[in-house]
């Protein structure tokens, strides 16, 4: 059990045409974060965002171009990526194809030199821990993608390391297996009790299972922190439309707005989650309204998304109870304590909005 | 179909039978010219050295007399024809084991996308787009025992100069050199295109398995190209069992048949000795074994070659 801690962590591919060339992004820049012990922490972000890459250098399958990886109180930037003690979850799940299920999970214990009856017993163990007993002399390509998805849990699992890389591994499967596997993959967790590293792009997947998501966008952290706190505490516009589906309504603000606590300055923004607005066929001013008319709807069944418009531009309003409606005009409205507040760079204004019910949910 | 059917009876039957008839036909139609050319050129010729290995015949006499398998039991007892098929077994077996044991760890090594992994791959590949006539005489100017550059280089070493082409204790050795020379390249680039396809993130998880260089290449490198392993493989016997031009411009089978190759030796019998009966028959059994090979050939690749991911 160790903590992960990466200091100020660069990754440049191009170093060497760099040198001769005009400056291009690096692939990671500058990062810094820590991953506590026996926490399930999620890097996410958009594709190109830098996730793998950070994931592949703590893996020590990319070298690092500056900074320090830690794995407990050694540095590990020289150490070869099966001296880290981890074990890795490709998203191609990378069984090797020409071995049976038993082979893909023994390979890394004979590699050690485990003796061949302690082996045995470990792989039956964890064959039976992830149901594949009755798959041990089938090839990879016999597998369903829900099986060889469990053989790369046990071929990782088998090898008891320190810390468990998932990198995308989800991302295969069709969208039930993939419900499935969540909560397996949290139930896992919940056993083992060890370090999770998960890499997704897929948002719901980090909501859904870390205890900290470390988010990412072109090579530099965005935010750290707990589901609930990016979600109720984005620091930015990104942060914030980046958690959350629909995404937050971002509405660009061009003239001075006075509203009850405070004043929203030209260049600024507000935002809203589509979830925390209602509408009405009459303004309210106990509320922060916008008159709108509706583009489209969207019955979903235990919900209704609407499309509105406005003089902010196009939005979402989702709806537990359908809005029906004949009037024109209709008034999206939203509690003054469920707006966020954006400067012009898109961070969020603090201070400005600190309902309580934000507070509670900063740690979990 | 509907509107047919709705047509009257008396007019349905023959052109439905019609039509029938030339959807039938369409596919015969459309392989006749493959196949007239393969009978032709392939079949026709086959049956008719089929029945000349039953013969006797010397090329030129419109007598040709059925012999029965008189030139079947003279080539068993011709002591040339069984040298020329140890020499076949021999040369096949050797050269089929350089080039595979040859180009695949050159392959796995040169298996990088740096400048000078490049240049080396080039280097191996360009004897194979040398003309083998042109392969031959190059190598016979090397090995030319007073003058040649390989007797010089021996004589740095202060060894006696070594008569490669003239020896016949050697000179076999001498023209697997040369072939092993100019195909081993060409079957490297094979071997590292099939390397190529092995997915990277297999060898990631093989380091993450701590598994040694050793067991890498041997569980996982070699597993992944198994078919085209088979393939280099059976290619090579089938142009082992083939030489000619080597042969023909190097040493013409000499010193003392040492070299006569069953290919060698049916050129010999059939077209400079003019006993075509003979050379027929030795034909029927170089091809003989080439189909035993190849049904070897196809059924190790239907069982036991398989990668999937």
């Known amino acids: 059990m160790a903590d992960v801690k990466l200091v100020n962590i660069s990754k440049d591919y191009d170093q060497k045409v760099r040198k001769k060339k005009q400056p291009t992004k690096k692939a990671v820049e500058d990062i810094n974060f820590v991953i506590p012990s026996g926490s399930f922490t999620v890097i996410v972000g958009p594709s190109g965002c830098g996730k793998s890459t950070t994931l592949r250098m703590i893996a020590g399958l990319e070298a690092v171009t500056e900074g320090e990886v830690w794995i407990g109180d050694r540095i590990v930037n020289d150490v070869k990526p099966g001296d880290r003690n981890i074990a890795m979850v490709f998203q191609n799940y990378a069984l090797y194809p020409t071995m049976t299920v038993y082979k893909n999970i023994s390979f890394g214990l004979e590699n050690i030199g485990v003796p061949k009856k302690e ?21 990879p390509h016999q597998l369903s993608g829900g099986q060889r998805q469990r053989v790369a849990l046990a071929r990782a699992i088998v090898k008891r390391p320190d810390l468990y890389i998932f990198d995308e591994p989800l991302s295969n499967l069709d969208a039930k297996l993939r419900a499935e596997m969540r909560n397996e993959l949290i139930n896992m967790h919940k056993e083992l009790q060890t370090t999770f590293i998960y890499v997704t792009h897929d948002q719901v997947e980090a909501m859904s299972m870390a205890d900290q998501i470390i988010l990412l966008n072109e090579g530099n952290v965005m935010q750290i922190g707990s589901p609930m706190e990016l979600y109720h505490r984005p620091q930015n516009i990104f942060v914030a439309t980046f958690m959350g589906t629909p995404a937050m309504n971002i509405l660009p603000v061009t003239e001075v707005i006075s509203l009850v606590h405070q ?75 469920d707006l966020y507040f954006f400067d012009e760079n898109g961070e969020r204004l603090e201070g400005v909005n600190t309902h309580e019910h934000h507070q509670q949910y900063a740690l979990r | ?109 040169l298996n990088k996308n740096t400048l000078i992994h490049r240049i080396a791959q080039a280097a191996i590949f360009s004897p194979h787009v040398i003309s083998l006539v042109s392969v031959a005489m190059i190598w016979m100017f090397i090995m030319d025992p ?60 093989a380091a993450l398995d701590r598994a040694s260089a050793w067991r890498t290449f041997t569980r996982i490198t070699v597993p992944a190209i198994t078919p085209t392993i088979y393939f280099v493989i059976i290619i090579n016997i089938i142009n082992a069992i083939q030489t000619f031009e080597t042969i023909n411009i190097m040493t013409q089978g000499g010193p003392i048949n040492s070299t006569t190759t069953l290919v060698y030796y049916i050129y010999e019998e059939g077209f400079l000795n003019f006993d075509i009966g003979p050379a027929s028959a030795a034909g029927m059994i170089l091809l003989g074994i080439l189909m035993i090979l190849t049904y070897f050939y196809f059924r190790l690749l239907g069982r036991k070659v398989q990668y999937e991911q």
């Open chain 1, 119 to 139: 082996i045995d017993a470990r792989v039956q163990q964890v064959a039976t821990l992830v149901n594949l007993s009755a798959y041990l002399d089938r090839k």
């Open chain 2, 146 to 205: 007073t003058n040649g550059v390989l007797n010089v280089v021996v004589s740095w070493f202060g060894a006696e100069g070594i008569g490669w082409l003239t020896n016949p204790q050697i000179a076999l050795y001498s023209l697997i050199i040369v072939t092993v020379w100019k195909g081993v390249g060409y079957y490297t680039i094979i071997v590292i295109a099939a390397l190529a396809a092995v997915p990277k993130t297999l060898y990631e998880a």
């Open chain 1, 263 to 337: 004043t929203v300055k030209p260049g600024e923004s507000i935002g809203y989650r589509p979830e925390k607005a209602r509408l009405s066929e009459q303004p309210n001013d106990d509320f922060f309204w916008v008159k709108s008319e509706i583009v489209t709807t969207e019955l979903l069944g235990s919900e209704t998304l609407y499309r509105v418009k406005n003089k902010f531009g196009e939005q979402h309003v989702k709806l537990t109870e359908p809005f029906i409606s004949t009037a024109r005009d209709v008034y999206v409205f939203v509690k003054h304590e």
């Open chain 2, 1 to 109: 179909m509907s509107t047919i059917n709705n047509m009257p009876s008396a007019n349905v039957a023959p052109r439905v039978r019609q039509r029938k008839w030339q959807q039938a036909l369409v596919p015969y139609a459309l392989i006749f010219p493959a196949m007239l050319v393969f009978g032709l050129f392939f079949i026709a010729p086959l049956v008719f050295m089929g029945i000349l290995s039953f013969s006797k015949w010397n090329l030129i006499s419109d007598d040709i007399p059925w012999v029965g398998f008189a030139n079947y039991q003279a080539l068993l007892q011709d002591a040339v024809f069984l040298e020329a098929l140890t020499n076949t077994l021999m040369y096949t077996a050797i050269y089929v084991i350089a080039i595979v044991g040859i180009s695949i760890p050159l392959g796995v090594w």
